[in-house]
């Protein structure tokens, strides 16, 4: 097929630019390609590419004499990070601290998100969305430099305490866990609420009805159905707690696996250590996703 | 239904309770940015508008929120165009690889930010590019795409393809049916979205802290001066400031892409960084 009597056919208006798209018109595939190859460009180059050199340079080594990559692959900066104690302590307390953050917001969320999702009249379901999302989008950096005001020596917390004869945890692995929490809390209520809100209400009816009481109807119809949610809020708390290095920075002066990446990059020019050591929450983070793929966690997000 | 009036007394405390502990450290900063005195002690000691004056004095301050008004800008600019691409080809085509469309457009978002900024650092220092507003603009567009890209991608599943194959069957070519049917029933999703991406980008750090070099961002501002304990009056006035302008485009947003784009949680995953 020649395009020949087309062109010849359509309106000479705008000569090129008319012959161009019915050009397109006629070859769905070339649109498809034509729409792609920005974005996928940009992604595949960008980003996947960028990811390739971070695991190709986690193999690289440094000279310890003269400070230089040396391009040869080799399992050393591994072996470094699995057999000095001080790494394997950061990264256990990263993952442990991640662990109990995602705990800690999941019992938070829960009572929130069941009141907007069931109790909740439409007009204030919608109001309470909106003071969820809001809150998620300040500066981050902002909320962390608010709690290191509130939990400083002389802050609102111990002022707060000191009547009761009590003291805030001060700065460290608490201060941590509480800041972390605080920063992560929305990202477990929204998907709860959005899980709570598809369960029909015909089902907890319908629980009641065969004689099942709240707390039984509780645990035997609505938890295991808004279990999935849960683990979909849970990706959130514990990849951003995982990648994580300002917060630690801000609140404690203990170290997390980013602090040391950060560190390796910035102060001590050592890239092949830190991309070694970045690979470690990505390794987490890929078991954890296809531990919450079978949860049926996906969709939910 | 089944909640008893004790149960429903509860959770409408617990509600208030947890309302309450989000909202707190946003409430207390923004009667820091009006402390009177120096020092960060509570309670402080009076309320006055000086470090206002300051702030807006500061060069420091000035260039940075220069700097990342340009970065936001042109980061939204890359990922309104890269995302709407993105978005058309996946509602609108059925191809092989769809599926995996979506997960590398999330895919930004959904690893670790030190893991994003730390591979392109890798990348910058390996070719020999140097950090700056590129450096900077390259990384905020990466993780931009997926806001625009979800917002659009929900207002295409709603409208419908007969509209433009309308078009298309009334003689109207590929450019004219964008112009004139596709693309307003996109406007206000394209706002939302990059109304998203503008404050997703605002208030990076992470990332940042990895591609801008001497460049300083707002932020990245406020991280450097956290230290100075002179410089902390004015780091409160900004604080209020980056709030203000990162809240409220969402609020804009949200009443923009309607009640369901608000509750998808990818559609706010990135806030976070």
Redesign the interface.
């Given at each position: 097929m020649t395009s020949v009597p087309e062109v010849t056919e359509a309106p000479s208006r705008?000569g090129a630019?008319?012959r161009l798209?019915?050009f397109?018109?006629r070859h769905?595939r070339l649109?498809?390609s034509l729409?792609?190859s920005?974005?996928?460009g940009?992604?595949?180059i960008?980003?996947?590419?960028?990811?390739a050199?971070?695991l190709v340079?986690a193999f690289w080594r440094l000279d310890p004499f003269t400070s230089e990559i040396v391009h040869e692959y080799g399992i050393d900066n591994f072996r470094t990070l699995w057999e000095r104690d001080v790494y394997r302590t950061i990264a256990f307390r990263t993952i442990g601290i991640a662990a109990a953050v995602t705990i800690t917001d999941a019992l938070?969320?829960f009572?929130?998100a069941?009141?907007?999702a069931?109790?909740a009249s439409r007009r204030t379901r919608?109001i309470?969305?909106?003071?969820?999302?809001?809150?998620?989008?300040?500066?981050?950096?902002?909320?962390v430099?608010?709690?290191?005001?509130?939990l400083?020596e002389?802050?609102?917390l111990n002022?707060a305490l000191d009547p009761i004869g009590l003291t805030g945890p001060g700065f460290g692995n608490v201060a941590t866990w509480l800041v972390f929490s605080?920063?992560?809390?929305?990202?477990m209520?929204?998907?709860i609420?959005?899980g709570l809100?598809r369960i029909p209400?015909s089902l907890?009816?319908a629980?009641?009805d065969l004689g099942g009481r709240?707390g039984r109807?509780f645990l035997r119809v609505v938890l295991p159905l808004a279990f999935p949610a849960v683990v979909?809020?849970s990706?959130?708390t514990f990849?951003?707690t995982?990648?994580?290095?300002?917060t630690p920075q801000?609140v404690s002066s203990t170290q997390f696996?980013?602090n040391v990446?950060?560190i390796n990059?910035?102060v001590a020019n050592n890239?092949p250590l830190?991309?070694a050591f970045?690979t470690v929450?990505?390794a987490v983070?890929v078991l954890y996703?296809l531990g919450a793929r079978r949860a049926g966690a996906f969709d939910?997000? | 239904?089944?909640?008893?009036p004790l149960?429903?007394w509860?959770?409408?405390g617990?509600?208030a309770l947890?309302?309450t502990?989000?909202?707190l450290?946003?409430a207390?900063?923004c009667l820091?940015a009006f402390n009177s005195g120096r020092s960060?002690?509570?309670?402080i000691p009076g309320l006055s508008l000086r470090w206002f004056g300051r702030a807006f004095e500061n060069t420091g301050v000035r260039d940075a929120l220069w700097m990342t008004t340009k970065a936001a800008a042109l980061a939204t600019l890359?990922a309104l165009?890269?995302?709407t691409?993105?978005s058309?080809?996946v509602a609108r085509?059925r191809?092989f690889g769809r599926e995996t469309?979506s997960f590398?457009?999330i895919?930004?978002i959904?690893?670790?930010?030190?893991?994003?900024g730390?591979?392109?650092?890798?990348?910058y220092?390996?070719t020999g590019i140097d950090l700056g507003l590129f450096t900077i603009v390259?990384g905020h567009?990466?993780f931009c795409?997926v806001v625009v890209y979800n917002n659009v991608v929900a207002r295409l599943r709603r409208t419908q393809q007969s509209l433009e194959e309308a078009s298309?069957d009334l003689g109207a070519?590929?450019?004219q049916t964008f112009r004139l049917v596709t693309f307003p029933q996109l406007r206000s999703a394209l706002l939302a979205g990059a109304l998203?991406a503008f404050?997703?980008s605002f208030?990076e750090?992470?990332v940042t802290?990895?591609t801008a070099g001497s460049d300083q961002t707002l932020?990245i501002w406020?991280?450097a001066n956290?230290s100075r304990p002179n410089q902390l009056p004015i780091?409160n006035v900004v604080?209020v400031f980056?709030?203000l302008l990162?809240?409220i485009p969402?609020?804009v947003a949200?009443r923009l892409a309607g009640?369901s784009a608000?509750?998808?949680?990818?559609g706010?995953?990135g806030?976070?960084?």
């Open positions: 705008e630019g008319r798209s019915s397109l018109h769905p649109r498809l729409l792609l920005g974005p996928v940009w992604l595949v960008a980003y996947l590419g960028s990811l050199v971070l340079a938070l969320a009572p929130i069941y009141y907007m069931k109790v919608r309470l969305v909106v003071a969820i999302l809001m809150p998620l989008w300040a500066s981050y950096l902002v909320k430099y608010a709690w290191r005001i509130i400083q002389n802050g609102v002022w605080y920063l992560w809390l929305p990202f209520i929204l998907p609420y959005a809100e209400d907890l009816e629980s009641s709240a109807t979909a809020g990706i959130f990849s951003l995982l990648g994580d290095y300002i801000i696996i980013g990446v950060y990059v910035g890239l830190a991309a970045a929450p990505i983070m996703l939910e997000l | 239904m089944i909640e008893s149960a429903r509860l959770l409408r617990a509600t947890t309302l502990f989000i909202y450290p946003l207390l900063i820091y960060l002690a509570w309670p890359l165009v890269l995302g691409l993105a058309l080809a085509y191809f469309i590398l457009v895919l930004p959904a690893l670790p930010g030190i893991v994003t730390m591979a392109l650092n890798a990348t220092n390996t390259v567009a990466t795409i298309a070519d590929t450019w998203l404050a997703l208030d750090v992470i802290t990895f932020p406020i991280l956290l780091v604080a980056v709030i990162s809240t969402v609020y949200s009640e608000g509750n998808r949680a990818t706010v995953a806030g976070a960084r």
